[in-house]
């Protein structure tokens, strides 16, 4: 299709900038591919159209006046619905929220309208974010563009599947295990986890730690970087947060491939991976891998990874939930009692050693960038599963503990704190968009995103690693 809202982010700023497309005509288009789609996919779950059509006429004025425009000015946005937006119904995909309406926006989303973007939409997200699975008792599952009997990932899916269909440019989202990455995988679009602190919260409830964090989505690279530069700045409010250059986060650097030391791993030395998955992550890799200076087969040392995590994960949910869980058990859904109760049986020495062990993890991943530049695995552990599943039961005939055991693959490289580019990279064998994470340095969120829009350009000439796209018009809401 040809609609301004199939137009990239940046073509379509730069377009505004040039006078030769108004905010009000993207706007529209994206409200009418909502209307078109969102009843097939369900992505979409609150809109605030006459505002946001408000906004894209004031926005119009200011374009024709000549006046200085900030970056994201007139670009339609999505924000996951964990997020606060003044006057826009928030539920957190909770029942207990179901008429929330908040009075002011939290902070990264005031920084986006400051920076010129226009709130249309809010995206669904499991229960206060817990799951690979994007579904709700208030709004019910998200399903994946490529085929909607199968899941769009969680817990950014409304954000991931909203991006593939072209409803809107841009759209948040937030990462504890993979949220972020494994629905960009499912749906064939771009995340980047950040550096924690990067991206500001003044509602992190741990906020001394890199378990959680804020994020962009888009369909590019360049989009990414450009909604980055948004969202992110410095804020003592976030104990995480870092001096930097929010305006050289948009330029994306020009990286020589053929200068990379890159390793790549199936499954960083044990987490759980489909046999499907790591073949097609061999075949893709074969069309890309020669391009670097080095490419080598290296797994970083996880091995404790698994439990670390899950008692970290714990220790957020007691924190984040546990007046909500002693006043309205009966209202949480099973994810979110699941791991507050896990939580709640942690002893001291358990949590000290999860803690003392996560930094042994971290100082180990900085021994192994010493000679590699870039990390590179797959984004997700198996193909979407049915959007009607919990999460996945097993994994190569091996069951799953519980549904924290299939997020490995991401989960365990939230631990380390460095930042990942989720990239498109094709199909898998059930036909659904394939991904791989490419990890940078430490703070090296402009260097991995220059990597990726390299590797994005060298990827989109082949016709097996290019971006997938959805068959738009099959997914139209009948008439």
């Not at 980055?228 to 250059?245: K, N, Q």
């Not at 890159?262 to 960083?268: H, K, Q, R």
């Not at 990279?425 to 968009?433: A, H, K, R, S, V």
């Not at 994470?437 to 829009?453: E, S, T």
Request: charged share 25%.
């Amino acid at each position: 299709m040809n609609e301004p809202c199939d137009l990239s982010a940046v073509e379509a700023r730069r377009l505004i900038g040039r006078k030769r497309l108004s905010p009000i005509e993207l706007l529209e288009s994206c409200i009418a591919r909502i209307e078109m789609v969102n009843p097939t996919i369900n992505a979409v779950v609150a809109t605030c159209y006459d505002r946001a059509r408000d906004e894209a006429r004031v926005a119009t004025d200011a374009l024709l006046r000549g006046d200085d425009l900030p970056p994201l000015h007139g670009l339609p946005i999505g924000v996951k619905d964990l997020n606060d937006t003044e006057g826009l119904r928030t539920t957190y995909g909770s029942p207990l929220y179901a008429d929330h309406i908040p009075e002011k926006d939290e902070r990264m989303v005031a920084a986006l309208r400051k920076a010129g973007a226009i709130v249309l939409a809010k995206t669904n997200t499991p229960e206060f974010g817990a799951g690979g699975n994007t579904n709700n008792a208030v709004y019910g599952p998200t399903v994946n563009p490529f085929d909607i009997t199968r899941t769009a990932g969680g817990s950014s899916g409304g954000s991931a599947a909203a991006l593939a269909t072209n409803m809107l440019p841009l759209c948040t989202g937030s990462d504890t295990g993979g949220s972020l990455r494994r629905p960009a995988t499912y749906n064939g679009v771009v995340a980047l986890r950040p550096t924690v602190g990067l991206v500001p919260s003044d509602r992190r409830a741990l906020g001394l730690s890199n378990y959680g964090t804020l994020g962009p989505m888009a369909r590019t690279v360049e989009d990414t970087a450009l909604l980055l530069s948004g969202m992110a700045g410095e804020d003592m409010i976030d104990p995480m947060s870092f001096p930097h250059d929010v305006d050289a986060l948009r330029r994306i650097d020009n990286v020589d491939l053929g200068g990379l030391r890159v390793a790549v791993s199936e499954d960083l030395g044990g987490a759980p991976v489909d046999n499907g998955m790591r073949k097609v992550f061999r075949k893709t890799l074969a069309h890309y891998g020669p391009v670097f200076g080095s490419c080598v087969d290296r797994d970083p040392d996880f091995a404790t990874a698994n439990d670390v995590f899950w008692i970290l994960r714990g220790v957020y949910f007691v924190g984040n939930h546990k007046e909500r869980y002693e006043k309205h058990r009966d209202q949480l859904g099973a994810n979110v009692l699941f791991n507050i109760e896990a939580g709640l049986k942690m002893t001291v020495e358990e949590i000290a050693w999860a803690n003392t062990e996560q930094t042994r993890l971290y100082r180990g991943f900085q021994s192994f960038f010493e000679d590699i530049d870039i990390l590179i695995c797959p984004g997700a552990p198996i193909p979407p599963f049915p959007y009607d599943q919990r999460a996945p039961e097993e994994i190569n005939g091996v069951k799953m503990d519980h549904y924290i055991s299939a997020s490995a693959i991401s989960s365990w490289l939230t631990l380390t704190g460095h930042p990942v580019v989720a990239l498109p990279c094709g199909y898998d064998e059930t036909g659904t968009p394939f991904g791989i994470q490419i990890v940078g340095p430490r703070h090296g969120d402009r260097f991995v995103l220059g990597v990726a829009h390299a590797l994005e350009e060298l990827l989109s000439r082949n016709g097996v690693t290019k971006r997938p796209i959805p068959d738009i018009r099959a997914l139209a809401a009948p008439e």
